[in-house]
C-alpha cells in the first residue's frame, strides 16, 4: 500500500535575484516537478515566478519554447550541483569515484519527489510523442550527464579493466535508466524507500562489473 503523505507547494524556490527569464525557467523546473509538464500552465509558471505573462512572451513564443529552455538550463544545475561542487568529484580513483557520485545520488533520495526526481525525465514522459522540441531537449540532457558520467567510468576501466561487453557509455546510460525508474518507483510508491533500494543494487553491480571481470 503507497505511503500516504499531505502534497504541499513546490519546495523548490524562485531565486529572488535573476531576470525575468531566470524567474521563469527557474520556476518552470519547480512547477513541472511538482506537478507534471501538462498540468502546468503558462499562468502558474507566471505567478511562480513572480512576472507578467507580458513578460512571459517577451521571452519565450510558447510554454514549449520555456520547457526547452529549461531543460538546457537543467543540464547546467546538472553539472553544478552532481559534477562541480559535491566532494566525490575530487576522489583521485576514478572507481571510488564512480562509487562516490552512486552513494551521492542515494543520498539525493529523501523528502517529496519533486525535490529529487529529474526535470526532464519527469517532462519527457508526458512529451516524447506530442512535441519533438521538447522530446530532442530532453534526449540532449540525459545525453549530456551520460556522456559526462562515461568520462569517470572509461577512466575506471583504463585501471582496472570490465566485464566483457560493457562500454563506459553504455553503462553510464544504464546508471541514468536505474535513476530515472527509481524516481518512478519512488512517485508510484509515495515513498523514496523502494527507490533507494533499487540504487543500492545497482552499486552492487558496478562492484561486480569490476570484479567480475
Known amino acids: 500500500m503507497p505511503a500516504s503523505r499531505t502534497k504541499k507547494a513546490p519546495s523548490t524556490r524562485v ?9 521563469l ?12 509538464f501538462s498540468a502546468t500552465s503558462v499562468d502558474e509558471i507566471c505567478q511562480a515566478a513572480g ?71 519527469t517532462m519527457v514522459q508526458e512529451s516524447y510523442n506530442s512535441s519533438d522540441p521538447i522530446r530532442a531537449a530532453c534526449d540532449a ?19 582496472y579493466g570490465i566485464a566483457s561487453g560493457v562500454s563506459a557509455v553504455s553503462l553510464a546510460y544504464h546508471i541514468q535508466a536505474v535513476l530515472q525508474g527509481a524516481f518512478i518507483l519512488a512517485k508510484a510508491n509515495g515513498n523514496p524507500v523502494i527507490a533507494r533500494d533499487s540504487v543500492m543494487h545497482l552499486q552492487r553491480y558496478v562492484i561486480m562489473l569490476f570484479t567480475q571481470k
Open 25 to 36: 525557467i527557474a520556476a518552470a523546473i519547480a512547477t513541472v516537478r511538482y506537478k507534471g
Open 51 to 121: 512576472v507578467t505573462k507580458g513578460a512571459f512572451f517577451h521571452h519565450f513564443a510558447s510554454k514549449e519554447a520555456l520547457a526547452v529552455a529549461a531543460a538546457g538550463a537543467w543540464t547546467d544545475i546538472a553539472e553544478q550541483r552532481i559534477f562541480t561542487q559535491p566532494d566525490w568529484t575530487r576522489i583521485p580513483d576514478p572507481l571510488e569515484r564512480l562509487l562516490g557520485h552512486i552513494d551521492f545520488r542515494l543520498s539525493m533520495l529523501d523528502g517529496p519527489a519533486e525535490d529529487f526526481t529529474c526535470f526532464v525525465g
Open 15 to 23: 531565486p529572488a535575484a535573476g531576470s525575468a527569464r531566470e524567474k
Open 141 to 159: 540532457s540525459i545525453r549530456a550527464y551520460a556522456l559526462r558520467l562515461a568520462e569517470d567510468i572509461q577512466q575506471a576501466i583504463d585501471i
